[in-house]
C-alpha cells in the first residue's frame, strides 16, 4: 500500500459501522458502572478506555486492503489453532473451564480471537468456485472442525456454538444447498427431540428422509443412509448427555423452569427476569434499580448486562439497544451484497452471523427464553478479549466497505 492510499482523507470510512459500535460501548460503560456503583470496582472506565483502544484498531484496519489476508489465510488459521492449543497446557482456569492464557498480568482469551481467525479462514475457503459442492463443504468443516472441537474441550459450550452458527450460515452465503445444511444440522436436532418427544421426533425422522431424497444424488441410499443417522443420533443423544458437566447440564435445561432450583441454577434466570420486568417501560433510572444496587445478580456486568438496561433504562431502553444492533446488522448485510468480491463479502456474512447470533442468545437468555450458556452481548457484556475481537470483526467489514461497490442504502 502506497503512503499516498494510507494517508489518503478518511472521507470513505463507513460511519454507520463505527458510530453504532460507539453507542453500545457508552452505553454499556454507564451500564457496567450502575452494577458497580456500590463496590470499589472501575470495570466501566477499563470497559470504556479498551473500547477506545479497540476502535483504533478497528480505524487502522479499515484502512487496510483486507485481501491481503488471502495469502496469509493459512498462517491466521495456524495462530488460531495454536492459540487455542496453549490455553490446554498454560492456560488458567476459572468458573470450571480453562479458557485464558495470563500475560503481563492480562488475561486473554483466545477463543473470542479465534471466532475472526475462523472467519477469515472460512471466508478464503468459500470463495473457491467449487466451495458448493459436497467435496467443498466436506473441505470447509474439516477446517472449521478444528477450532470448533478445541473450543468445545476447554469446555466452553458456548462458543463453539457460535462457530456453529458462523459455519451455517458462511455455507448458506455460498451458495451451498440447503438441504445440505438441514442435514447437517439433523443429527443435533434428532437427539433433542429423541430425549423430549418421540412423537415429534418420528416425524422429523421422516422429514430428514424427504430432504435427503430431494437434495442429494442417489436418492435411495442417501434417505436411507440420512435416517440411520438420525436415528442413531437421538440414541447417542442421551450418552452425550452424560459426558456434560453438572453446570453445563443445568444451564441447558434450568431456563424451562428455573423455579426448580431457584437458589443454584436457576437464581440467575429468576432475578434477572425481575430485574428486567420492574423496569416497565421507562426503567426505574440510572443506578436506581433495585436488584441491580443490591447485587442480586452475581457478575451482572458481564452476561448479564441486559438485564440491567431492562431494570434502570425500562422497554423503552431495550428497544433502543435492540434498533442499533438491528442497525449494525442491516449494515453488515449491505456490505456483503456490495462487496466487490466472494471474499470480502464471505468476510461480512461471516461476522454479521457472529454478532446476530451472540445477541439473539444473550438476550433470550436474560428473559429466559434460552439457555445460560456464557455467551456475551456484544460490545456491551464487560470483556476486554470480547471487545478487542469485535472491533477487530468491525475493522475487517470497515475494510470490505472502503473497497467495495458503491453501497446502495
Known amino acids: 500500500m502506497s503512503s499516498r492510499s494510507w494517508f489518503a482523507p478518511w472521507s470513505d470510512i463507513d460511519v454507520p459501522l463505527f458510530l453504532i459500535t460507539i453507542a453500545l460501548t457508552f452505553i454499556s460503560g454507564m451500564a457496567i458502572q450502575s452494577t458497580q456503583n456500590a463496590q470499589p470496582y472501575i470495570d466501566w472506565w477499563q470497559h470504556w478506555v479498551m473500547g477506545g483502544l479497540s476502535l483504533i484498531v478497528a480505524l487502522i484496519i479499515a484502512r487496510w486492503r483486507y485481501e491481503t489476508l488471502m495469502q496469509w489465510r493459512w498462517v491466521v488459521y495456524g495462530l488460531t489453532n495454536l492459540s487455542l492449543l496453549a490455553v490446554k497446557f498454560v492456560g488458567t482456569s476459572g468458573l470450571g473451564a480453562q479458557r485464558w492464557i495470563s500475560i503481563g498480568g492480562f488475561h486473554i482469551q483466545p477463543s473470542e480471537f479465534a471466532k475472526v481467525g475462523a472467519i477469515v479462514t472460512l471466508a478464503a475457503i468459500l470463495e473457491d468456485r467449487n466451495a458448493s459442492t459436497m467435496q467443498g463443504v466436506v473441505k470447509a468443516l474439516l477446517i472449521i472442525g478444528v477450532p470448533w472441537g478445541l473450543v468445545f474441550l476447554q469446555p466452553d459450550l458456548g462458543t463453539s456454538l457460535v462457530f456453529g452458527a458462523i459455519a451455517l450460515t458462511m455455507l448458506y452465503w455460498a451458495n451451498v444447498n440447503p438441504g445440505w445444511l438441514i442435514l447437517l444440522v439433523s443429527p443435533l436436532i434428532s437427539a433433542i427431540l429423541y430425549s423430549l418427544t418421540l412423537p415429534i421426533w418420528f416425524i ?206
Open 204 to 409: 422429523w425422522l421422516l422429514a430428514m428422509t424427504v430432504v435427503a431424497w430431494l437434495s442429494l444424488p442417489n436418492r435411495w441410499l442417501s434417505s436411507m443412509v440420512a435416517l440411520a443417522i438420525n436415528l442413531v443420533s437421538g440414541k447417542l443423544g442421551s450418552i452425550f448427555w452424560g459426558l456434560l458437566k453438572e453446570y453445563q447440564k443445568d444451564r441447558l435445561i434450568l431456563f424451562l423452569d428455573p423455579d426448580k432450583d431457584p437458589l443454584g441454577g436457576g437464581y440467575h434466570l429468576i432475578q434477572s427476569r425481575i430485574a428486567i420486568g420492574s423496569g416497565e417501560m421507562w426503567g426505574r433510572g440510572f443506578e436506581q434499580g433495585t436488584q441491580t444496587q443490591g447485587g442480586f445478580i452475581p457478575e451482572q456486568h458481564t452476561d448479564f448486562i441486559f438485564s440491567a438496561i431492562g431494570e434502570e433504562f425500562g422497554f423503552i431502553g431495550c428497544v433502543v439497544i435492540l434498533l442499533l444492533f438491528w442497525g449494525l446488522c442491516l449494515r453488515l448485510t449491505v456490505v456483503a451484497q456490495n462487496a466487490k468480491d466472494n471474499f470480502g463479502s464471505l468476510i461480512a456474512i461471516g461476522v454479521l452471523a457472529m454478532i446476530f447470533f451472540q445477541v439473539m442468545v444473550n438476550i433470550c437468555m436474560t428473559i429466559g427464553l434460552a439457555p445460560v450458556t456464557g455467551i456475551p452481548l456484544p460490545w456491551m457484556s464487560y470483556g476486554r478479549s470480547a471487545m478487542l475481537t469485535n472491533y477487530i470483526a468491525i475493522g475487517l467489514v470497515g475494510s470490505i466497505a472502503n473497497h467495495r461497490q458503491r453501497l446502495k442504502f
